[in-house]
């Protein structure tokens, strides 16, 4: 699973619609690439600007939220087909979330017997 942190027009203003929509159009492209070559199980961009709730402790508090520096917000998530963590880490290369200084976070999904 790929976890994408931060990677967003940081103010407003910052980056032009043109751009915003150029950088799109890469973002459609390395997932097309991804569901074309059979590696692409599943993928969900989360709502912008970011919102959530949190719950913590034995009580379940509830709280608004997320709230992490903007660059460590979680933007999305993709599942991919891949070989091994270096096989998905080589696919992820190309993501343009580095166009914006965001991350990917690769990390192995536990496969549930019967699944």
């Known amino acids: 699973m790929y976890i994408f942190r931060g990677g ?3 103010t407003p203003g910052q980056v032009s619609p043109t751009e915003i ?3 799109l159009a890469k973002w459609n492209a390395w997932t097309n690439g991804l569901l074309a070559a059979g590696k692409l199980a599943a993928a969900q961009p989360l709502e912008h600007p970011p919102s959530g709730k949190t ?6 508090v509830v709280t ?7 660059k460590d917000l979680v933007s999305g998530t993709l599942v991919v087909e891949a070989a091994s963590l ?4 080589a696919l992820a290369r190309d993501c343009p979330i580095f166009e914006f200084d ?4 690769i990390r192995p999904v536990l496969l549930l ?3």
Do not use: M, N
């Open 113 to 115: 017997p019967g699944k």
């Open 8 to 10: 967003g027009y940081a």
């Open 102 to 105: 965001g991350s990917v976070e």
């Open 55 to 60: 719950l913590r402790g034995r009580d379940r």
């Open 86 to 89: 270096d096989d998905a880490a």
């Open 21 to 23: 929509q150029a950088h």
């Open 64 to 70: 608004d939220g997320p709230y992490a520096e903007s």
